[in-house]
């Protein structure tokens, strides 16, 4: 993987070039309008149009039955339930402590202020299909909204014509999925956003899914709520001389596996360690099944930067603010308030990456492209809303009628003054 030493100015502006771009946007967007549109008009019978011509899959119906799953959970290997039911251990737990409260406050006579906090209603889950099916992100996605007190949880998922995953479907079961449905690609995103008549519209639709997908639940945002736009896998690893090359390259190939537009990181102040990790990533990624995606994201977008000293490794961490970030440094928790941006980090030369991605319970839903500046992993806050309420008593309001028909008339709202001096007209 390429080497780069340069100030750190100069690194700075560097990382913050991403040469990954969609091919031919305009017409994705175009698609995607018109497959909306569709739905909206035609419902079931548009979506399995579109998964005959897609999918190449004729439907007869769009719902997996309990039966299809319960024998799915089934003929699932003992050892990958075992493992499922660890990580819902352990995601439950970890998730559970993210739980907010509704609150009150009556300190103040003739006042009551609060907020009530209340889930959402329904709730919609894109899951992959075929070889890139990955039962981990059910977990991930449908226990925070579990907790979150969320009554009804739908997912949809590309149907194959060998039949559904069946790790997949085990994982639905054990998470709590309340229906699935046999859709995909940018009619799935369409039916939980509008509604078909097989199909329940939801109040937020979560899970990531190809470009097709991406584009769908940008469209329909605002009609619907939606957790992010996820984009290629990222990994960044901050590390020093104690670090170990194979096991850093082994890391960064981890996230270089997904996809050929991956962007696997590593920023170092020692100049032996980045010619060795890279001597590691070019021997390790050809022992790989999905070499050659890995290989590419290493050309793509991968790269190691060497630094002045540990400092500007974490300067140059923040301006990429990394979906994960590694930091195999010794006592490498006293290093975490100098993090400022990253989706999910993980500390000390033992936490390695794929813990996070199964079994260690903080979720996989990450922000990429650099949004860790201002977006957040997914959690249970994503699936509740707010409400705020008041209550005033007339000596209360009386007290406060003057400050609010002043700021309204700044604001040349009349009405709005009237509003509160009509509660003391005789």
């Known amino acids: 993987m390429q080497i780069i030493e340069d100030s750190l100015d100069q690194l700075l502006k560097q990382v913050a070039i991403r040469t990954n771009a969609v091919a031919n946007r305009e017409e994705v967007e175009k698609s995607v309008r018109e497959i909306i549109a569709n739905v909206i008009k035609d419902g079931d019978q548009a979506v399995k149009m579109y998964e005959q011509k897609f999918d190449n899959v004729e439907l007869d119906s769009l719902k997996v039955t309990q039966q299809e799953i319960d024998d799915a959970y089934e003929a699932t290997d003992d050892q990958v339930i075992k493992a499922l039911e660890l990580a819902k251990d352990n995601i439950t737990s970890f998730h559970e402590m993210e739980v907010e409260d509704s609150f009150i406050d009556a300190k103040k006579k003739g006042v009551i202020r609060g907020e009530k906090i209340a889930p959402l209603a329904a709730v919609g889950l894109y899951v992959l299909g075929g070889t890139a099916a990955y039962p981990s992100s059910i977990l991930m996605n449908v226990i925070p909204a579990k907790i979150a007190g969320v009554s009804r949880i739908v997912m949809v998922t590309p149907p194959q014509k060998d039949g559904l995953n069946k ?210 992993p997914l959690g249970v806050q994503d699936f509740v809303k707010r409400t705020q309420f008041v209550s005033y008593t007339r000596e209360a309001l009386k007290k406060e009628k003057d400050a609010i028909t002043t700021l309204a008339r700044v604001e040349g709202l009349e009405a709005h003054a009237r509003a509160i001096e009509s509660r003391f007209d005789d």
């Open 167 to 376: 790790a997949v479907l085990a994982a639905a079961k054990i998470a709590g999925v309340d229906e699935i449905y046999k859709v995909g690609g940018a009619q799935a995103i369409a039916s939980l956003a509008y509604g078909t008549e097989t199909v329940p519209r939801v109040d937020k639709i979560t899970g990531p899914g190809n470009v097709f997908v991406a584009t769908a639940k940008k469209q329909v945002f605002g009609q619907v709520d939606i957790d992010m736009i996820a984009g290629p896998s990222e990994i960044g690893v901050i590390a020093g001389s104690q670090a170990v090359p194979s096991q850093v390259a082994a890391d960064l190939l981890s996230q270089a596996e997904h996809d050929k537009l991956a962007r696997p990181i590593l920023v170092t102040d020692d100049r032996s360690l980045a010619e060795a990790v890279s001597q590691e990533m070019d021997r390790q990624v050809d022992l790989l099944p999905r070499k050659e995606i890995a290989k590419a994201a290493m050309d793509n977008e991968g790269f190691i930067a060497v630094v002045d000293d540990i400092d500007d490794a974490f300067t140059l961490m923040n301006a990429v603010a990394p979906e994960h970030l590694e930091v195999q440094l010794p006592d490498a928790i006293e290093y975490l308030n100098q993090i400022k941006n990253a989706g999910s980090v993980f500390l000390g030369f033992s936490a390695s990456e794929p813990l996070g991605d199964y079994l260690a319970g903080p979720t996989h839903i990450l922000p990429t492209g650099g949004t860790a500046r201002f977006f957040s």
